[in-house]
């Protein structure tokens, strides 16, 4: 599977051209005046806001210099169930693809939704430290024209010095909202059972907690809700905790 790519919500919602993949795939490439080329998007910030019900949702992804605008619907029912769960303000990770609607100053960048997950603040000063080097590396390959990626993003948009240094500026907006101590490194993975487990003891009362709120739970402590499900199998099969009445889980 092709690597997520990671954009700023400010470049990315200025999209307005498309180029087509030219390798056999399905679907073609957003991209944008920063130079990205963008087919899968890997994107972090605050949700702010949440609307529709059933198999379609939309919600707003903000990160330090714009948002984002993403959808979910019946063809990644997982994200469409998990958005159900999350109440905005939350940070969120999302995994999708990015599609362009509309053509010339019409045209509208959003997000398809095939993964929502539940971070904290340092999963998402960490995304900007990262997404703050690939952009400054993309606008470097614009200033010198270094590759034929970055030429026909030059060519679509007819970028100029002064656009590449606006761009810049874009960067250390970004940057200048990461905590100062952040510490720079990889996030260790934490086994899905174990955060369900935990959000369980947190949640359950004496009587248990129902198994819509389990799925709530885990959503909350950043699985999916695919994720929330196979997990409370798992606990379930292993004997960690049982079913005292229909619908509801309680701890051994």
């Known amino acids: 599977m092709e690597p997520a790519e990671r954009v ?43 609307r529709g019900s059933g198999d379609v949702m939309q919600a707003r992804l903000a990160d330090p210099t714009g948002a984002f605008l993403v959808s979910a619907d019946w063809q990644s029912p997982d994200a469409v169930e998990t958005l159900g769960y999350i109440e905005p303000p939350a940070f969120v990770a999302v995994t999708g693809r990015a599609t362009l609607t509309g053509t010339g100053e019409r045209a509208c960048a959003t997000v398809d939704a095939e993964v929502f997950n539940v971070v ?13 080097g690939a952009t400054l590396d993309r606008l470097e390959a614009l200033r010198d024209g ?35 101590d952040i510490a720079v490194g990889e996030i260790a993975p934490v086994i899905g059972r174990d955060l369900l ?10 009587r248990g907690i129902g198994f819509d709120d389990a799925v709530a739970a885990g959503v909350r402590s950043g699985l999916s809700a695919r994720e929330a499900r196979t997990a409370l199998e798992e606990l379930l099969a292993a004997g960690e905790c049982y079913q005292p009445a229909s619908g509801m889980i309680k701890l051994i």
């Not at 030219?22 to 994107?43: E, H, K, N, Q």
């Not at 904290?120 to 703050?132: H, I, S």
């Not at 030429?151 to 007819?158: D, N, P, V």
């Open 197 to 206: 487990l935990a959000a369980i003891e947190e949640g359950g009362g004496a």
């Open 8 to 50: 700023f919500a400010r470049d990315f919602s200025a999209a307005r051209h498309t180029v087509d993949s030219g390798d056999g795939r399905d679907g073609s490439y957003v991209v944008t005046p920063g130079g990205a080329w963008c087919r899968r998007l890997f994107i972090v910030g605050a949700l702010t806001e949440r």
């Open 146 to 180: 270094g590759d034929e990626r970055a030429a026909t993003a030059l060519r679509l948009y007819g970028t100029a010095d002064e656009d590449v240094r606006e761009m810049a500026g874009m960067v250390r907006t970004a940057l200048a909202s990461v905590r100062a």
């Open 120 to 132: 904290n603040r340092t999963v998402r000063d960490l995304w900007v430290l990262a997404t703050a």
